[in-house]
């Protein structure tokens, strides 16, 4: 009995919600400690493909609680439609459970993550829009709703007076934009807190009764490590911290009670939006990945820049993380390539590095030293063992193992759950 964070390893899109998925099956409780709607996890199970932003992939199993904790920012209109959607197909939502703490996206979050973006300019991140950036400014800043709030119809009231008044200050005088209807905003967010209600609660004392139980827990990250406000591409990163640390705080449990990491990685990489990107492949290969992979965003339907698997990138992950065990997915997207490459070191300004670089310039000036290994063109998607595996695929899992310095715990060949490798167990 566990409780096991998975992390992304990369940029995201690693695939955590087909694992998840997988490791669902043995945990009581699924949990999601920071993001919001900026993520789309892409499930497919028996009951079909579903796209989910804010609902932990664990819902699909009657046994299982589902937790969105207070370090998540909640777009209750978009936690509504998902709700709809599931319920519509007949899946249960009465174990899901959101933290009273959480911070909700307030409609004039998204308008927000527009202007602001707009007044980047050229230097832009591209962010998803959702208005996640925002609501965590105003989380720091102290002027955030939060869900207890949202579900206290007379305090929701006096809040979205005062602070739609100050938005439309920043909308109209700074941005020259029409302003906020307060009465709009507050039936709007009335209607969604009262529907909400029955969903919120203190779930840090949730977790913590699962964890005296001694039930298996599932925390699982949203975005990805290389994302992470602090130890990712700064400022081309989320605005929370999806790292394995994150889940301690934005779930109210200690972090002497989390057992194990599991990072996440492609047996390549993508990252969507701007920032540096060592091993992107702006050429056919990355052509050919985007296309085998499904390389398109499920946000954003953004394509995704692709390139080779980045080792100096990975091992900082393992490090940040503490990562105990990796998962590789989406192997078969390799299967067709003749031979395969993995970036060991990166050469920045004619010298031999194995760090990620904090400062940006230095980052984007760091060019990968490749190591090239033979490729198996055959299909693997039907492998359900290391063993059922051609030989040079089973080289290149234990060659990203040796170099991540992590045991490989399972390995993807497909988007189904059946599609994958179970090399050891990750509630340990
Ligand atoms: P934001 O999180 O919407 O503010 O976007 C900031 C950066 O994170 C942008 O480069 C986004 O493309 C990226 N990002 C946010 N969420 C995800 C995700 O779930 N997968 C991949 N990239 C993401
Ligand atoms: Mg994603």
């Known amino acids: 009995m566990a409780v096991l964070v998975v992390v992304g390893a990369q940029w995201g899109d690693e695939g955590k919600g087909g694992v998840v998925d ?18 789309g996890h892409t499930v497919v199970n028996d009951r079909g493909t579903f796209r989910l932003h804010l609902v932990p992939a664990g819902i699909f199993d009657p046994e299982i609680t589902c937790v969105i904790g207070s370090g998540v920012v909640i777009d209750p209109g978009e936690l509504l439609e998902e709700i709809g959607q599931l319920t519509s197909v007949g899946v249960s939502v009465e174990r899901l459970m959101v933290s009273d703490r959480a911070h909700v996206v307030m409609p004039y979050h998204p308008i927000l993550d527009r202007l602001e973006e707009a007044e ?31 579900i206290d119809e007379v ?14 200050k920043l ?10 209807n307060v009465d709009e905003v507050y039936e709007q967010c009335r209607d969604y807190g009262q529907r909400l209600k029955p969903h919120v609660t203190d779930t840090s004392v949730l977790l913590h009764k699962a964890i005296c139980h001694h039930q298996n827990v599932l925390i699982e990250g949203a975005q990805a490590t290389l ?7 700064y400022p081309y990163v989320t605005s929370s911290s999806p790292t394995a640390g994150g889940a301690a705080a934005g779930l109210g449990i200690g972090p002497t009670r989390i057992d194990r990491v599991l990072g996440v990685f492609k047996a390549y990489i993508t990252r969507v939006g701007a920032g540096p990107f060592p091993t992107e492949q702006i050429n056919e290969i990355g052509q050919e990945l985007r296309e085998r992979g499904g390389e398109y965003g499920t946000t954003t339907g953004r394509p995704r820049r692709c390139g080779w698997f980045d ?17 590789i997915t989406k192997l078969d997207v390799l299967d067709d390539f003749p031979s395969i490459h993995i970036c060991t070191a990166y050469r920045l300004d004619g010298e031999v590095i194995d760090y990620v670089p904090a400062s940006l310039a230095a980052y984007s000036r760091c060019e990968p030293i490749w190591e090239t290994l033979a490729g198996w063109q055959a299909s693997t998607s ?8 051609p030989v040079n695929a089973q080289r290149y899992l234990s060659c ?29």
Do not use: W
Request: aromatic residues 4%; charged residues 20%.
């Open 155 to 168: 305090v929701l009231r006096e809040q979205v007076k005062e602070l739609v008044a100050r938005k439309n």
């Open 22 to 39: 997988h490791l669902a099956t043995q945990a009581q409780v699924v949990a999601r400690y920071q993001g919001g709607t900026n993520t």
């Open 382 to 389: 039907d492998a359900r063992s290391l063993a059922d595996l």
């Open 120 to 150: 980047r300019g050229a230097a832009n991140l591209g962010t998803t829009l959702r208005g996640v950036g925002p609501a965590y400014e105003d989380k720091v800043a102290r002027c955030g709703v939060r869900m207890c709030d949202l």
């Open 400 to 428: 990203l193992s040796d170099l991540i310095g992590c045991p490989i715990d399972l390995v993807s060949v497909g988007s189904h759950r059946r599609q994958t490798i179970v090399v050891r167990s990750s509630f340990g």
């Open 311 to 327: 080792a100096v990138a990975a091992r900082h992950a393992v490090r940040i993380n503490g990562m105990d065990a990796a998962a």
């Open 227 to 233: 994302l992470d406000l602090d130890y990712g591409t």
């Open 171 to 180: 909308l109209t005088v700074y941005y020259g934009q029409a302003p906020l």
